[in-house]
């Protein structure tokens, strides 16, 4: 008979022989010294498994550069990270912070285009990109003490007098030699009112990753083109596919679909971004009774502008008064509580490449 091997499989780096545990990977916070970000508190976070990313803790606490085995995955603007300021967040100069990077939040009280609503302006996509947070614990991994869990904790809150006031606790995490990083938000209306909810996750690919002619967007479910003016997500038509740049694309050029994603038997949603020719890519997941639908938003812009995004959300893009007539639209009572999870993995797989591509047949 075999001997069982049951509880006897360690983690990979159990018995590495350091006396720094950051030397296999870690949590290391800085801040900015330069540009108009100058100023802004940072975390470095290595996984040790080949991603690498950095948190923007006075951006919300969310995630601007990525890297995996040396290769960028996200779009970074001109722009840069701006030091916070609600100078942004009204009609549409979000547009001058917005830095791109591997995930940018949008909400909490609404996302999509600006609108006026009871004398009240609300700017595109929402406040939360520029809210510092209020860092709560950060926790570094320690394989001599069995630690391998790496995360950063903070709350994000938007809250005046007379409401609203909401609280968001936002936890960044990841596992040491694992090259993933997990998401998880709750918020919690602190108010006495109901208030306005919708949330989104702006996950945003750039180059390498994103390549001409190499990658493609991996997502299985119907697509919603009621936004698709120029036909770009027509049937027929490889819209998944990255293309070389577009002069329809040059300046606010642009193609969304809202997406309709199928679930697997356990309720998870998984879309991706695969570049071929470079074997590598990222992989997104998510419980889909938490996010209603997915957009895919594609850039193809000349000239350093190339950029998409896969973007689990709760509500639209197009306004509160669209989500209303929709039926999108959510609200939080006093006291109530919502949790979203999301997983965002980078591999080089072969086996998980093809997984992922087999999602568009």
Known sequence: MAKSTRGALKHPFANAPVINPLQLGG???????????????????????????????????????????????????????????????RGMTWLWGFYGGLMVSCGPLNTGAAFVEDNLEHGLHGTHSY?????????????ARGQYEMSITAIIRT???????????????????QPAVRVHDEFLNRGNQPVPHAWLLHINFGYPLLEPGASTYCYRGTVDTRL????????GRDFRAAVEPQELHRGAG??????????????????????????????????????????NWQHWGPAGEYVGALEPMTSGVEGRAVDRERGWFK????????????????????????HLLRLNK
């Open 27 to 89: 949590i290391e916070t800085s801040v900015l010294d330069d540009g108009p970000g100058r100023g802004v508190r940072i975390a470095w976070i290595n996984t040790g498994g080949g991603l690498r990313y950095k948190v923007m803790i006075d951006r919300g606490l969310d995630i601007a550069d990525a890297e995996y085995l040396g290769q960028s995955l996200t779009w970074h603007s001109l722009g840069g990270p701006l030091v916070p300021s609600h100078a942004y967040t």
């Open 331 to 354: 609200t939080l009572k006093p006291g109530q509580k919502v949790e979203y999870h999301c997983t965002i993995t980078a591999t080089s797989d072969k086996g998980d490449l093809e």
């Open 228 to 235: 698709d003016s120029a036909g770009w997500f027509k049937p």
């Open 159 to 177: 809250a005046r007098l007379f409401g609203p006031n909401v609280e968001l606790r936002r936890t960044i995490s990841s596992t040491l030699g």
């Open 131 to 143: 809210t510092r947070a209020i860092v709560e614990s950060i926790v570094n991994p320690d394989p």
């Open 254 to 295: 642009e193609a969304f679909a809202y997406v309709n994603p199928k679930a697997d038997a356990k309720g998870s949603v998984l879309v991706a971004v695969v570049n071929k020719r470079r074997g590598f890519g990222v992989k997104i997941e998510y419980p889909a009774r938490e996010f209603d639908r997915m957009g």
